[in-house]
């Protein structure tokens, strides 16, 4: 059986099989056609089958024209750490230790979440090290093995492949897209103001001055500092310092209705980078951010903590978070943010709006929460909603769909309204100004001295 196993193995080419190439095939099947019209002419078969075996037996030379398996070597070298749908390098390293080049193209045993484009023809002089690197991309957050590396390569006649495996063990992270957390830390107030979002500046005499630097669009003009402008002979603002050292306390929703697709990713996955962009900011403002994954039950907790380095601690704790198929219990997520946040904070609540107003109880958990913290809900705008209220209908059944999702949106907005005269901020944004709108309300509230 295990004979039987190790030559399927090998007639599959999985590990050390030698494969005709498309260019011997080519030559077989034309010199078959060949030979099969000459035995119309009564040419003996004895004659055909000796051509035959006399030129496969030939091509069996350039077999010694290739380097052997044990002259060829192979390691990969890929990063720890991957970002979600950003493209990544990976290299491999081929050393081939006889004298006579090769020809090798690749495969890996990549998940199918990752897309990489693998090389193909490519040439390796003898008796030295070629570097081969190509782009991969993950597409689902986790913790994912990339174990062998399968390599065919060929003499420069390119009539037999040889194949051999090589073990190049590797675990590889895919944490959440940090496209937007860099564009923050890099420029706040061109993140900021780049998507559109205006931002309140915090009333004149509050918080500590800073420093002085240039005015920049979206500045307040009563800041400038005119005695600096006119050394300089360039407008220049003062720069005061927010509040520091406050709570934020970030929940995260992967309850069963966060798996809705985007067009990016779900809304599970643009919540995380959303909180994550959040904390951040926070960790750079200098206050103590704490971070609550939940459904049925808590699945994730992120204590307090102050300082860029506690960004990496919230991102190793929550990048393989998937979605859940219970139903979110936000009495129990609630409860638990309560008991472990003593202090007044800002609470933020990634999850879905409208499921969210169908908790029944959810109204009297949040009168308890905001005794004590200030709590703001954060959604993603249904798109498709939205569409089917947009649409011109041309036809009955289009008609109904209308009608139907206005009444929805209808109903939404009615509780909504009703939750804002409960004091409850909710506020609902595009997929793509989720990160954008949370920070801006964060900086909104902190600025006019909510905490």
Same mark, same amino acid.
């Given at each position: 059986?295990?004979?039987?196993r190790r030559?399927?193995?090998?007639?599959?080419?999985?590990?050390?099989g030698i494969?005709?190439?498309?260019?011997?095939?080519?030559?077989?099947?034309?010199?078959?056609?060949?030979?099969?019209?000459?035995?119309?002419?009564?040419?003996s078969?004895?004659?055909?089958?000796?051509?035959?075996?006399?030129?496969?037996?030939?091509?069996?030379?350039?077999?010694?024209?290739?380097?052997?398996?044990?002259?060829?070597?192979?390691? +990969?070298?890929?990063?720890?750490?991957?970002?979600?749908?950003?493209k990544?390098?990976?290299?491999?390293?081929?050393?081939?230790?006889s004298?006579?080049?090769?020809?090798?193209?690749?495969?890996?045993?990549?998940?199918?979440?990752?897309?990489?484009?693998?090389?193909?023809?490519?040439?390796?002089?003898?008796?030295?090290?070629?570097?081969?690197?190509?782009?991969?991309?993950?597409?689902?957050?986790g !913790?994912?093995?990339?174990?062998?590396?399968?390599?065919?390569?060929?003499?420069?006649?390119?009539?037999?492949?040889?194949?051999?495996?090589?073990?190049?063990?590797?675990?590889?992270?895919?944490?959440?897209?940090?496209?937007?957390?860099?564009?923050?830390?890099?420029?706040?107030?061109?993140?900021?103001?780049?998507?559109g979002?205006k931002?309140?500046?915090q009333?004149?005499?509050?918080?500590?001055?800073?420093?002085?630097?240039?005015?920049?669009?979206?500045?307040?003009?009563?800041?400038i500092?005119?005695?600096?402008?006119?050394?300089?002979?360039?407008?220049?603002?003062?720069?005061?310092?927010?509040e520091?050292?406050?709570?934020?306390?970030?929940?995260?929703?992967?309850?069963?209705?966060?798996?809705?697709?985007?067009?990016?990713?779900?809304?599970?996955?643009?919540?995380?980078?959303?909180?994550?962009?959040?904390?951040?900011?926070?960790?750079?403002?200098?206050?103590?951010?704490s971070?609550?994954?939940?459904?049925?039950e808590?699945?994730?907790?992120?204590?307090?903590?102050?300082?860029?380095?506690?960004?990496?601690?919230?991102?190793?704790?929550?990048?393989?978070?998937?979605?859940?198929?219970?139903?979110?219990?936000?009495?129990?997520a609630?409860?638990?943010?309560?008991?472990?946040?003593?202090?007044?904070?800002?609470?933020?609540?990634?999850?879905?709006?409208?499921?969210?107003?169908?908790? !029944?109880?959810?109204?009297?958990f949040?009168?308890?929460?905001? +005794?004590?913290?200030?709590?703001?809900?954060?959604?993603?705008?249904?798109?498709?909603?939205?569409?089917?209220?947009?649409?011109?209908?041309?036809?009955?059944?289009?008609?109904?769909?209308?009608?139907?999702?206005?009444?929805?949106m209808?109903?939404?907005?009615?509780?909504m309204?009703?939750?804002?005269?409960?004091?409850?901020?909710m506020?609902?944004?595009?997929?793509? +100004?989720?990160?954008?709108?949370?920070?801006?309300?964060y900086?909104?509230?902190?600025?006019?001295?909510?905490?």
């Open positions: 059986m295990k004979l039987l030559w399927w193995g090998r007639f599959l080419f999985q590990d050390r494969a005709p190439t498309a260019k011997l095939i080519t030559v077989m099947v034309v010199l078959t056609v060949m030979m099969t019209s000459i035995t119309f002419f009564r040419f078969w004895l004659y055909v089958i000796i051509i035959f075996l006399l030129v496969l037996g030939v091509s069996f030379v350039d077999l010694i024209f290739s380097p052997k398996r044990t002259q060829i070597e192979v390691s +990969r070298s890929a990063p720890e750490d991957l970002e979600r749908n950003a990544e390098s990976v290299s491999l390293t081929v050393r081939n230790n004298k006579y080049q090769c020809i090798v193209r690749f495969a890996d045993d990549a998940p199918l979440s990752f897309q990489a484009v693998l090389p193909s023809n490519q040439r390796i002089e003898g008796n030295q090290i070629t570097k081969i690197t190509y782009p991969i991309e993950a597409r689902t957050r !913790d994912f093995q990339l174990s062998k590396v399968y390599l065919r390569y060929r003499s420069p006649f390119g009539l037999w492949e040889k194949q051999k495996t090589f073990s190049c063990e590797a675990v590889v992270k895919v944490i959440p897209n940090l496209a937007e957390t860099k564009q923050y830390l890099e420029s706040a107030q061109q993140y900021l103001l780049h998507e979002v931002i309140r500046k009333r004149t005499g509050i918080g500590e001055f800073s420093k002085v630097r240039n005015y920049v669009v979206g500045d307040d003009p009563r800041k500092n005119w005695h600096q402008s006119a050394k300089l002979q360039e407008v220049m603002t003062n720069e005061y310092e927010p520091h050292g406050k709570y934020i306390t970030l929940l995260v929703d992967c309850g069963r209705m966060m798996g809705a697709e985007l067009k990016e990713g779900n809304r599970l996955e643009r919540s995380i980078e959303a909180a994550i962009t959040v904390a951040a900011a926070a960790l750079k403002n200098g206050d103590f951010v971070v609550i994954v939940f459904s049925k808590i699945k994730a907790y992120v204590p307090p903590g102050k300082g860029l380095t506690h960004l990496d601690v919230i991102l190793q704790n929550i990048y393989s978070v998937q979605v859940d198929t219970d139903e979110s219990n936000y009495q129990a609630l409860q638990y943010a309560q008991s472990v946040q003593n202090k007044r904070s800002l609470i933020l609540l990634f999850s879905d709006i409208y499921q969210f107003i169908l908790e !029944d109880q959810a109204l009297f949040m009168k308890r929460v905001q +005794r004590k913290h200030l709590f703001v809900l954060i959604g993603i705008e249904d798109e498709m909603l939205q569409a089917k209220v947009k649409v011109m209908p041309h036809t009955s059944i289009a008609a109904m769909h209308k009608t139907i999702a206005q009444k929805q209808q109903w939404k907005k009615q509780q309204f009703k939750w804002k005269n409960q004091g409850l901020v506020l609902e944004a595009p997929e793509d +100004r989720l990160a954008v709108t949370a920070v801006s309300h900086m909104k509230e902190l600025n006019r001295g909510a905490l």
